[in-house]
């Protein structure tokens, strides 16, 4: 019979240019977040994380934003490689908080770069 | 560490049969997460473990799955009986509590296909 799939959002960026992955997460207790990237293939991997008591944060090529105003996450990476290509998910925690020991994961968003 | 160790990597199994996935988690984790990843639902939590105890089963679809963790270093996910709709990648992670965060290690997965 006919399947309906998830319709992940793609985003397509040439070689050498920034990229931004966006993420609206749901609980207002979450406290802790994570962004995964999974590669065709494999189980996802940990890029970068944030806590909730900063906005920013920085790592090799990419960088985290967080707005709890609005509950919205946000990957960036410069530089974007052909090797950055797989779907990336933003997941939320409250374990800090002691709401939650449960990682939720978004649907994710897949980014292709081209040459 | 070798990281998160899943096995089998794919199993094809017949519509009825049990099928049992297995995890061993990075040493000295403290918590271990089973999910599903489809198409229809992205990544979904089915169960998770701290201290080899279940906490949060909320995920788990049916009667037909259960999961143990005999020990810290081994866990099980048991479909029994399996149904084609339990076609998906099993992905079991682990995290340690103590850590700068909680971020979850990824095994590489199972592909289970149920005809």
């Known amino acids: 019979g006919e399947s309906v799939g998830l319709h992940l959002p793609t985003l397509s960026v040439q070689e050498g240019d920034n990229s931004i992955i966006n993420c609206a997460y749901s609980?207002?207790?979450?406290?802790?977040f994570i962004w995964y990237k999974q590669e065709s293939g494999k189980g996802p991997q940990f890029i970068i994380d944030?806590?909730?008591?900063?906005d920013k944060r920085q790592g090799q090529r990419v960088t985290v934003l967080l707005n709890k105003t609005v509950k919205h996450l946000s990957l960036q990476i410069a530089a974007t490689q052909p090797g950055d290509s797989a779907v990336y998910f933003c997941?939320?925690?409250?374990?800090?908080?002691?709401?939650?020991?449960?990682?939720?994961f978004g649907t994710g968003t897949r980014l292709q770069v081209f040459p | 560490d070798a990281g998160v160790i899943q096995s089998p990597r794919h199993e094809v199994t017949e519509m009825g049969q049990e099928v049992t996935l297995r995890c061993k988690p990075i040493?000295?984790?403290?918590?271990l997460f089973w999910y599903r990843q489809t198409m229809m639902r992205g990544l979904e939590l089915l169960i998770y473990?701290?201290?080899?105890?279940?906490?949060?089963d909320s995920g788990m679809p049916e009667d037909r799955f259960s999961a143990k963790m005999p020990n810290a270093s081994f866990s099980t996910l048991k479909i029994q009986p399996s149904e084609p709709r339990d076609s998906a990648v099993y992905f079991c992670?682990?995290?340690?509590?103590?850590?700068?965060?909680?971020?979850?290690?990824f095994g590489q997965g199972t592909r289970l296909t149920v005809v």
């Open positions: 473990f701290n201290n080899n105890v279940p906490i949060d």
């Open positions: 992670a682990s995290s340690f509590s103590a850590a700068g965060g909680p971020e979850a290690f």
């Open positions: 609980n207002s207790a979450s406290d802790y």
């Open positions: 944030i806590r909730s008591n900063m």
């Open positions: 997941a939320e925690n409250g374990r800090f908080t002691g709401n939650t020991d449960k990682l939720i």
């Open positions: 040493s000295g984790h403290d918590y």
